[in-house]
């Protein structure tokens, strides 16, 4: 049942490729440009009357809202907020009937996620679920559903459920997009064709994945290490924090590279690792000065960086892993994918139960 494989973790990382595809399958029109979502029940004049959004999950789901947030603000340019859902209701949230309300959920049954959407239904908007099982408590009651094709996931740790949520937001996004007219036809046709290299893309990292199976020794015997990126390669930070710590039980945190600075810094000294999430170039040479900053303390600096830089990289980081060009918000799409095989091998390494980490459930459905 694990196809080959030693893990359902690899096994589903591995799927990932098809994940993409089957996601996007029927959802892209014939000539590529334009997203058909058929079963929205959201008509285009109630889309156009939506003026604010908020994303509510847990965990890796929340994670992907994240990266869900910069996609609908670029695309969209309507101002979007991402909560946890534990703490969604009992911050009075401000919630209007021209409030779109996403929760994203692979297993659809996590308490917090459900009890969110049942407060934002309440208080009269409107909710889209992202999900991966049909037929979930989440999925019933959501009022619009897209439902990610990434098939059953196993393993405790989420990999292709996380990643396929990301191709819901990119497809959601230039729908809501093409519908209100705030990109042209020729933008989501540049989008959606960038959008279907994704999944071969992903093969070529996965070819590679021996080359990170050689870095994890500069991790796994590290009690605490730092993910930090700007913008987008931020939100992909926290889902390879949260990753790691999961599965190879080791102390990390995800930071806004640019936030060091203001405190964490002290934590860097000789040895620690970074692993510099690069992949936005507007934001290249900010993101160089900040690694600059903890290797002038001793960092051991891996830098995860777009295909063609890796010369120039090369004086400022002590390994690199390049991942193939895409446009600037699909980045997460790929760059997740060697920070997943990066905890992966770590757990191996640190001889730990890679698809079932103790004190975790796949399903959390108390709150
Ligand atoms: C991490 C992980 C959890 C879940 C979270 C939400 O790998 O699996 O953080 O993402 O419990 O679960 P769902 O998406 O089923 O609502």
């Not at 994670?63 to 909560?83: F, Q, S, Y």
Request: proline share 4%; charged share 25%; hydrophobic share 45%.
């Amino acid at each position: 049942e694990k196809a080959g494989f030693d893990h359902f973790m690899l096994k589903e990382i591995h799927e990932q490729p098809k994940a993409y595809r089957d996601t996007m399958l029927g959802r892209i029109s014939d000539d590529g440009r334009s997203v058909a979502l058929p079963e929205l029940k959201i008509t285009a004049e109630q889309l156009k009357e939506i003026n604010r959004v908020h994303i509510v999950a847990c965990g890796t789901a929340l994670h992907a809202g994240l990266v869900g947030k910069n996609v609908i603000e670029n695309l969209v340019r309507i101002p979007v907020e991402t909560d946890v859902a534990s703490e969604y209701r009992y911050r009075s949230p401000i919630i209007t009937p021209d409030t779109l309300v996403i929760v994203v959920s692979q297993s659809g049954e996590t308490a917090d996620t459900l009890a969110a959407l049942r407060e934002a239904q309440r208080c009269g908007a409107r909710v889209l679920a992202i999900t991966n099982v049909v037929g979930s408590s989440v999925a019933r009651e959501a009022d619009d559903v897209i439902i990610t094709l990434a098939g059953p996931e196993i393993a405790v740790a989420s990999t292709k459920a996380y990643s396929s949520q990301l191709i819901a937001f990119f497809l959601f996004g230039l729908y809501w997009a093409q519908t209100i007219g705030t990109k042209d036809e020729a933008e989501v046709a540049h989008v959606l064709a960038a959008m279907q290299s994704l999944p071969e893309q992903v093969e070529k990292i996965l070819a590679q994945a021996e080359v990170l199976k050689e870095v994890v020794e500069s991790i796994s015997h590290h009690s605490s290490l730092f993910f930090i990126g700007r913008g987008i390669d931020y939100a992909v930070a926290m889902e390879g924090s949260l990753k790691l710590k999961e599965i190879s039980y080791i102390h990390s945190e995800a930071y806004a590279a640019g936030e060091l600075k203001h405190g964490t810094l002290a934590l860097i000294e000789e040895g620690t690792p970074v692993i510099a999430l690069l992949t936005q170039e507007d934001l290249y040479e900010k993101m160089l000065s900040n690694i600059k900053e903890t290797k002038a303390r001793g960092a051991d600096v891996l830098g995860i960086i777009n295909e063609g830089h890796e010369a120039e990289v090369a004086k400022s980081v002590d390994r690199q892993f390049a991942i193939p060009r895409t446009l600037p918000l699909l980045t997460p799409a790929l760059s997740v994918v060697p920070l997943q095989l990066l905890s992966y091998y770590a757990s191996l390494a640190l001889g730990h139960d890679v698809d079932k980490p103790r004190n975790l459930a796949k399903s959390v459905t108390v709150e």
